[in-house]
């Protein structure tokens, strides 16, 4: 059944909204932290109008989805993933992650491996968010000794002016996911931050076997090039940076994106 705001519900009870656009061979878009699925809706039309079938998750204490205390960790959220999948009898998937969305693709794949997957897609995102002495490709300026700063937003640990603005075709977009952030209930989340932001997926990269293809871009205020560059070499895969993109090019560059997700799903 096709159709918006769908849900189901887990195996601990959640009930999970989703939608469910289009036919044809599946794309899964997974979001990032304090967003929802309608973070996807410029790529949504692209995808259905070029044959796709669009599957968008809202995750757990996440949009339109249920509010929970329990679990609240990144395992249980790629249990979720894994589980919304299975619903549905979804098959050559390519997976699409944003953010910590990527992160919850990994703990999927931790969990269960990639059976079904057949093409990994990851936006801006390190596999250990955490820098230390032998990793210098996490996330903006977090370490070990400045970690609870960081989390409770005491320490600055990236620089928010880098991020471009528009253009004019996301300014709803972003507006209402600025307030979507804003309203979000950060302190009652702060657990899966913190469960994400430590997390190391290093170890599961080599057991991914599918094609790949990391995004990255020129004003992200939170990774490196180099860094995604590793990532993509450790995927296998290929690293494209939007020159005029931040955090989240499918909205910043949401035309060049979707024209180079296309290509890399026809590849």
């Known amino acids: 059944m096709s159709g918006i705001g769908l849900t189901f519900t887990t195996s ?10 289009g036919s044809g061979r599946p794309v899964v878009l997974v979001h990032g932290y304090s967003v929802e699925r309608g973070f996807w809706d410029l790529q949504k039309d692209t995808l259905v109008d070029a044959g796709y079938r669009v599957i968008a998750i809202d995750q757990r204490n996440h949009g339109d989805s249920d ?3 329990f679990g609240q960790r990144m395992s249980r959220h790629g249990q979720d993933l894994k589980e919304l999948i299975d619903s549905l009898a979804l098959n050559d998937i390519a997976l699409v992650g944003h953010s910590m969305g990527v992160s919850v693709c ?4 931790s969990l269960h491996g990639t059976a079904g997957v057949s093409k990994f897609v990851a936006i801006d995102q390190s596999p250990k968010m955490v820098n230390d002495g ?3 490709y996490g996330s903006g300026k977090i370490t070990w ?3 609870v700063g960081c989390l409770t937003g005491e320490t600055k640990w990236f ?3 880098l991020e471009p603005t528009g253009p004019e075709s996301a300014d709803e977009l972003l507006k209402r996911s600025g307030q979507l952030r804003l309203s979000f209930p950060h302190a009652h989340n702060r657990r899966l931050l913190l469960d994400h932001w430590v997390a190391d997926w290093r170890d599961v990269l080599p057991k991914i076997k599918v094609p790949s293809w990391v995004v990255t871009a020129k004003y992200t205020p939170y990774h ?9 070499d450790q995927l296998g895969g290929t ?10 090019p499918q909205v910043n560059e949401s035309a060049a994106f979707n024209q180079a997700l296309l290509a890399f799903l026809a590849s």
């Open 239 to 248: 690293l494209t940076v939007f020159e005029k993109s931040g955090h989240s």
């Open 134 to 136: 032998d990793w210098t």
């Open 224 to 232: 490196s090039v180099e860094g995604m560059q590793w990532f993509a």
């Open 145 to 147: 000794d400045n970690l």
């Open 67 to 69: 509010r929970t205390e």
């Open 106 to 109: 990994l703990a999927m794949f």
């Open 159 to 161: 620089d928010p002016e």
């Open 12 to 21: 601990d009870g959640v009930r999970i909204v989703y939608d469910d656009l």
